[in-house]
């Protein structure tokens, strides 16, 4: 039968990290900062002074699911436990093996463990109801009569790539086809084009090639708002930190598009299992006439279709007409609200629902 293992700090996530990261290899989650040290990571910048623990569900000696919580505040009055993630690409993920033992089992184990949390609310952002691990508990937490509320927060895109580029070129709309062709015809006019994708970075080489995209972003608008990585405090150094563990594993993608010698066009990324997942992206508003972003992707998935170890491209946010564009399939990003079992949790989440118009 499933036990319960709980975790309560860091340093025990830490000394765990080769179970957890075993674990986040055989889940259906992929992006890679779901792993031990890339959480660490993000719960240390984003979360110092919230308390961590880790609900994970053991059976025959393996560990079979995980769920990182972090210690907030609901509307900055009510706490509650969290999902260390936020808008910056990171953080934690429910991690869940559902073919190590019966789902039904596991589903029960972890609603029970939910039930014990001492918050009066369990507030969960970035929950992905399509995916197998996150469908099986919600529905475990229904069927424990745990009270909860999963409403959508926004749409993503994922684009399963397609390794005969010329078929996929075909299925854009005329448009579109029209624009690419007109803009990297314009591009090659001002200089000499150097698409270049960076996967086996050396530990010396992360820094500088980090700062050159960052530095991208910064002389876009999110640079003039004080927004950008390079002018926000401390955020640099946060994604250093997440891109050496990556590029240690073999897991970090920089892609930059450069004309006449110099970046126009840049994307930080994270590939696991097949899947890129597209983090941060910049470009140079000099040249926004000529959709720098949008060639960027034209040669990114170029490349990813001559690559038969390519499945897809997980865009991660907001669907915007920068996705769009490449006809995506699409997928809900939602919260769920979980009462764990106390009155005051069960008032808020009746009142949540009220105010959301339920």
Same mark, same amino acid.
């Given at each position: 039968?499933?036990?319960?293992?709980?975790?309560?700090?860091?340093?025990?996530?830490?000394?765990?990290?080769?179970?957890?990261?075993?674990?986040?290899?055989?889940?259906?989650?992929?992006?890679?900062?779901?792993?031990?040290?890339?959480?660490?990571?993000?719960?240390?910048?984003?979360?110092?002074?919230?308390?961590? &623990?880790?609900?994970?569900?053991?059976?025959?000696?393996?560990?079979?699911?995980?769920?990182?919580?972090?210690?907030?505040?609901?509307?900055?009055?009510?706490?509650?436990?969290?999902?260390?993630?936020?808008?910056?690409?990171?953080?934690?993920?429910?991690?869940?093996?559902?073919?190590?033992?019966?789902?039904?089992?596991?589903?029960?184990?972890?609603?029970?463990?939910?039930?014990?949390?001492?918050?009066?609310?369990?507030?969960?952002?970035?929950?992905?109801?399509?995916?197998?691990?996150?469908?099986?508990?919600?529905?475990?937490?229904?069927?424990?009569?745990?009270?909860?509320? +999963? &409403?959508?927060?926004?749409?993503?895109?994922?684009?399963?790539?397609?390794?005969?580029?010329?078929?996929?070129?075909?299925?854009?709309?005329?448009?579109?086809?029209?624009?690419?062709?007109?803009?990297? &015809?314009?591009?090659?006019?001002?200089?000499?084009?150097?698409?270049?994708?960076?996967?086996?970075?050396?530990?010396?080489?992360?820094?500088?090639?980090?700062?050159?995209?960052?530095?991208?972003?910064?002389?876009?608008?999110?640079?003039?708002?004080?927004?950008?990585?390079?002018?926000?405090?401390?955020?640099?150094?946060?994604?250093?930190?997440?891109?050496?563990?990556?590029?240690?594993?073999?897991?970090?993608?920089?892609?930059?598009?450069?004309?006449?010698?110099?970046?126009?066009?840049?994307?930080?990324?994270?590939?696991?299992?097949?899947?890129?997942?597209?983090?941060?992206?910049?470009?140079?508003?000099?040249?926004?006439?000529?959709?720098?972003?949008?060639?960027?992707?034209?040669?990114?998935?170029?490349?990813?279709?001559?690559?038969?170890?390519?499945?897809?491209?997980?865009? $991660?946010?907001?669907?915007?007409?920068?996705?769009?564009?490449? &006809?995506?399939?699409?997928?809900?990003?939602?919260? +769920?609200?979980?009462?764990?079992?106390?009155? $005051?949790?069960?008032?808020?989440?009746?009142?949540?629902?009220?105010?959301?118009?339920?």
């Amino acid at each position: 039968m499933p036990r319960a293992v709980h975790l309560s700090s860091l340093a025990e996530l830490r000394t765990a990290s080769a179970a957890w990261d075993d674990l986040w290899r055989r889940s259906d989650a992929t992006l890679p900062t779901a792993r031990a040290e890339t959480l660490a990571a993000f719960v240390e910048h984003f979360g110092p002074r919230g308390r961590f &623990r880790a609900l994970v569900i053991e059976e025959g000696g393996k560990w079979v699911a995980a769920m990182p919580l972090v210690e907030g505040r609901v509307a900055a009055v009510l706490p509650a436990g969290k999902l260390p993630s936020n808008e910056w690409p990171g953080g934690g993920d429910l991690l869940w093996d559902l073919a190590a033992a019966d789902p039904q089992d596991v589903g029960q184990a972890l609603a029970a463990e939910i039930r014990k949390l001492p918050w009066p609310l369990v507030w969960l952002e970035g929950v992905l109801p399509d995916r197998p691990s996150w469908r099986t508990l919600i529905a475990c937490l229904a069927e424990a009569g745990v009270p909860a509320d +999963l &409403r959508t927060r926004w749409r993503s895109g994922r684009l399963t790539i397609s390794h005969d580029w010329e078929a996929f070129r075909r299925s854009w709309s005329r448009a579109h086809r029209q624009r690419m062709a007109s803009r990297l &015809r314009r591009l090659a006019e001002l200089g000499p084009v150097e698409f270049q994708l960076h996967g086996r970075l050396s530990p010396e080489e992360i820094e500088p090639c980090l700062r050159r995209g960052f530095e991208v972003e910064d002389h876009g608008w999110k640079g003039a708002a004080g927004t950008s990585v390079l002018r926000t405090p401390g955020m640099f150094d946060f994604f250093l930190r997440q891109s050496r563990w990556l590029a240690a594993w073999g897991q970090l993608e920089l892609a930059l598009l450069n004309c006449g010698g110099r970046p126009i066009a840049f994307c930080c990324g994270a590939s696991a299992k097949g899947v890129f997942h597209s983090c941060k992206i910049g470009y140079d508003p000099a040249c926004a006439d000529l959709s720098p972003g949008l060639l960027l992707q034209y040669h990114l998935l170029e490349r990813f279709a001559a690559d038969s170890q390519r499945t897809a491209v997980d865009y $991660l946010g907001p669907l915007s007409e920068y996705h769009l564009h490449w &006809r995506p399939d699409t997928y809900p990003v939602d919260r +769920l609200a979980v009462a764990p079992g106390r009155s $005051l949790g069960r008032l808020a989440l009746a009142g949540y629902r009220w105010w959301k118009g339920r």
